[in-house]
């Protein structure tokens, strides 16, 4: 097996083992998971606060080349601190209060939206040996979870007492729950493929062939309707309708402020990244290197190259083909993004996980 | 003509012909509906188009003169009816023939204080509920304790009253706009599609739009009453604030109007050079409609485009005139100053620029699937429609109406290029789109003819400062950027007008929102009133 001769040149396994018996050595065990889960906590924290700067930042630059603009170029090298510039500045803005809310919920919202972005960002598998929830149903958890995030956004526009929100809300909450569907469905249809809804297993399969490729014809039905989808369930252009700055000024989250209004932009960002994350880790094989069978040098060369590596240019890639949709079209109305959902993805996803069920039964995949 | 007076004199004995051209009829107001009907009906005149509405105070009588066209014949009638009752005026209401009366009643009623009977909806169009009295009377006071600035909020009123005529008796009206169970959106006066301070009460159902009201005057400047105490050359400065995307071709329109009145002959020189700089200004208008009408539609990236190319046609007008939006380049008897000498180049250039980035444009746009869902067979206007409400411009002109002034009646030295007037008969948003990106290219056109054919001598004729035009009334107009713009001058001889009235080819745009978007969803209100490219400030005057 090729998988078992793959060593990762930046390999956490070792890191966590050794972190864990250096910890076991001088405290009992209750305090060893006690003090594993701050660490990371922490760490999935501050990797999620960073990613989403990040993402801020090259949205900026990339929708700047687009337009034939600098993008921010002035706080730091290249703009690069901008975004953190902007985070300090959105930490100390106070939260404005609105008349006539219902504050209980007005305020609970933003931390339902983001509290569900982080447990998804939790069951990503990064790279070989770092992954912080991996259990046998890890893809049906990660979906479930990340789709608590609507109930955050219907909570947000129903208490802002405001009827753009409202508008936005209800938009969005026909749009998400609309392409859940698709997004269950095209990843079923790789599960079927897989054989496992483990995540950490999921990559391992792709050892040799990535999904994408195994599965040729329904794989890439299932990828290109998961890249439709998944844009739509990011409330991303063309499909941000929930946020149409040209009709509802900024839907759901007209009214917030500060730091609220922070954490949807921010769970935004990693929704984006999420999404992306689980395209690379169910069609492209996740951390895993490419791999080509019998092609022993060309193996050995991409497994130098470590696999958190190999997991964030997979990421990045998709990341960009969702900006490049973003910043090229124009939106969709209410009506035609439901008809597409419906009378188009729904019965092309059916139909593509009988023919992967077909494929799988009768052998003919890779 | 002739004709058309023995008709009407046969019909309404009553009526008295003034002398001069065009027609001009003064109808007793208890006869004006009649006459009006039978005007618009009568097979053999046809006056199907009411260009302009103008309230009067003639001191004596408060009045309205109404500037009728034929769009069959071409041919054109002005008629004036009167009241003698200066406490409480009544006129008949002719909102019924021409759909394009309705708002310009309402704004006769805020600024005369005249009301008419069978309007339904009189309620102020530009000024608060609350204003006391009505501004335009000669006889007003504008002392500031009788309208201080108040600070409460205008309550939007959702019963409208009216008058209509019952059995020969005059009876106001109460009409429900919204009632209570209604949901009614504000859209505006801030919002980023209005393109401008414009506020649209939105009575929706879902996502789908059930009525619209229009509410103006949020950018209302008085600037017909400030022109009546202004000398002609400084109600120049005024016109460029008008609809500020056609800043050249308003003050072209005004200029020539004082020239006509006047009898100022504009050298040959200074008609070119205002020809190049409306078809400039025209360029960098419908560029700035695309670009915003891909933004309303959410296509961000190409708003950038448009924006990009729009900016050297500003370069190139700030060259000459030192202005880049407001121009202040016309005046009475030629322009300001002379081209500058890198105005040819630059316009040559642009011309061999710009094709390729159409063709861009298109790529990005026009030929995309969604933007392509979006538009098309929304919002449709027929020609009969845009001819009632007076929907000129490129907006008329894509619902198959031949009605670009510069063929009707051409000005400058249109009647020496080869243009072709755009003409597309879908009449929905995608029409619209597609009229204005053709006339991109046809102003090229036109640019190419004029820019090498300058002819030489001088720019202006000199005039004096204090110009005093002829008693009388005049009425010219030109094909500004998005319809017919007409100036109205009525002049008693003094060096300041009598009354001034700009027609505003954005108030039809505005009033026919209602009209198009009922039945649609919320995405294609901004789609719409994006294609119909209105400019607040050019609605609000």
């Known amino acids: 097996m090729l998988l078992n001769t793959y060593t990762d040149s930046l390999d956490f396994n070792a890191l966590t083992q050794w972190i864990d018996q250096a910890l076991s050595s001088v405290m009992p065990a209750w305090g060893v998971v006690l003090t594993e889960c701050i660490l990371i906590g922490l760490c999935l924290l501050l990797g999620y606060a960073l990613i989403a700067l990040a993402l801020i930042y090259i949205e900026r630059k990339v929708c700047a080349f687009f337009q034939c603009r600098l993008g921010p170029n002035r706080v730091g090298p290249y703009g690069t601190v901008q975004s953190i510039a902007d985070m300090v500045k959105m930490l100390i803005k106070e939260l404005i209060t609105i008349d006539r809310v219902d504050r209980f919920l007005f305020n609970l919202a933003p931390y339902i939206v983001i509290i569900s972005s982080v447990l998804a960002f939790g069951c990503l598998p990064f790279a070989k040996g770092l992954e912080v929830l991996d259990f046998n149903v890890g893809i049906f958890f990660l979906m479930a979870v990340s789709s608590i995030g609507v109930v955050g956004i219907l909570l947000a526009g129903w208490s802002s007492n405001n009827k753009y929100s409202l508008i936005g809300a209800m938009r969005s909450g026909a749009q998400m729950i609309s392409y859940e569907l698709s997004i269950g469905l095209s990843l079923m249809t790789m599960v079927v493929l897989a054989g496992t809804m483990q995540l950490s297993e999921i990559v391992e399969r792709q050892a040799d062939c990535w999904f994408l490729f195994s599965g040729h014809i329904p794989a890439v039905i299932a990828f290109l309707v998961y890249l439709v989808a998944g844009t739509a369930e990011t409330n991303r252009g063309p499909f941000d309708l929930p946020e149409a700055d040209s009709e509802l000024t900024a839907g759901y989250h007209t009214e917030y402020s500060g730091m609220h209004f922070g954490f949807f932009y921010l769970a935004e960002y990693l929704n984006l990244f999420i999404v992306s994350a689980v395209a690379a880790t169910m069609f492209l094989g996740g951390w895993m290197p490419l791999h080509i069978a019998g092609w022993d040098g060309f193996n050995a060369v991409m497994d130098y190259i470590p696999s958190l590596v190999w997991f964030l240019i997979k990421v990045g890639v998709i990341i960009f083909v969702i900006m490049w949709f973003k910043w090229t079209f124009p939106r969709l109305r209410i009506d035609q993004l439901l008809k597409l959902e419906w009378k188009y993805l729904l019965p092309i996803n059916l139909l593509n996980l009988l023919l992967m069920v077909i494929i799988v039964v009768t052998g003919l995949h890779f | ?541």
């Open chain 2, 1 to 541: 003509m002739n004709k058309i007076k023995d008709k009407l004199a046969l019909m309404a004995p009553s009526v008295v012909f003034a002398e001069g051209e065009p027609l001009t009829v003064t109808v007793p107001a208890g006869e004006f509906h009649a006459v009006a009907k039978s005007l618009r009906d009568d097979p053999e005149m046809r006056f199907d188009f009411l260009v302009c509405m103008t309230g009067m105070d003639w001191g004596e009588t408060l009045g309205v003169v109404y500037h009728l066209r034929s769009t069959s014949f071409g041919h054109e009638i002005v008629l004036r009816t009167e009241t003698s009752d200066r406490e409480n005026p009544e006129l008949q209401s002719v909102s019924d023939l021409w759909e394009a009366a309705q708002l310009n009643e309402r704004e006769v009623y805020d600024f005369y204080g005249i009301r008419f009977v069978g309007n339904s909806d009189m309620r102020r169009l530009y000024l608060r509920n609350d204003w006391v009295g009505y501004p335009f009377r000669k006889d007003y006071d504008a002392s500031p304790e009788i309208n201080p600035v108040r600070l409460e909020s205008d309550e939007s009123l959702d019963v409208v009253p009216g008058l209509q005529e019952e059995n020969g008796k005059i009876e106001e009206t109460e009409s429900v706009l919204f009632d209570d169970s209604e949901y009614v959106v504000n859209i505006g006066p801030q919002h980023p599609a209005t393109h401008g301070v414009l506020r649209f009460r939105v009575s929706l159902e879902g996502e789908i739009v059930k009525k619209v009201d229009v509410n103006c005057g949020y950018i209302h400047r008085g600037i017909e009453k400030m022109c009546e105490s202004l000398t002609y050359p400084q109600t120049l400065a005024l016109t460029d604030r008008l609809d500020y995307l056609a800043a050249h071709q308003n003050r072209h329109a005004l200029c020539m109007c004082i020239e006509k009145a006047m009898g100022i002959e504009v050298p040959e020189r200074a008609l070119y050079i205002r020809t190049i700089m409306d078809e400039l200004n025209r360029l960098s208008s419908h560029l700035l409609f695309w670009s915003t009408l891909c933004m309303d539609l959410g296509a961000l990236t190409a708003f950038f485009y448009g924006f990009r190319d729009r900016e050297k046609v500003l370069d190139m007008m700030e060259e000459t005139t030192g202005g880049r939006l407001i121009q202040n380049y016309n005046v009475i008897g030629g322009v300001m100053a002379d081209i500058h000498p890198n105005l040819v180049k630059r316009v040559k250039e642009f011309i061999a620029y710009l094709p390729p980035m159409l063709e861009e444009y298109d790529e990005v746009f026009t030929g995309n699937v969604i933007a392509q869902q979006r538009m098309k067979g929304i919002g449709v206007l027929t020609k009969e429609d845009a001819i009632s409400y007076g929907v000129t411009g490129p907006s008329g002109r894509a619902s198959g109406w031949h009605c670009d002034v510069r063929k009707l009646k051409p000005y400058g030295v249109y009647d020496k290029v080869d243009f072709k007037e755009i003409v597309r008969t879908g009449g929905d948003t995608f029409d619209r789109y597609l009229v204005r990106v053709d006339e991109i290219r046809e102003s090229l056109h036109i640019l190419e003819q004029l820019i090498d054919n300058v002819p030489a001598g001088d720019y202006a004729v000199k005039t004096k400062p204090i110009i005093r035009l002829p008693e009388g009334q005049f009425f010219s107009s030109v094909e500004a950027s998005r319809g017919e713009f007409g100036v109205y001058i009525e002049s008693r001889g003094d060096k300041y007008p009598y009354r001034v009235k700009f027609r505003s080819p954005c108030l039809p745009l505005v009033s026919v929102v209602d009209h198009l978007t009922r039945g649609y969803k919320i995405a294609d209100l901004i789609a719409i009133g994006g294609s119909l490219d209105y400019v607040v400030p050019d609605v609000d005057r």
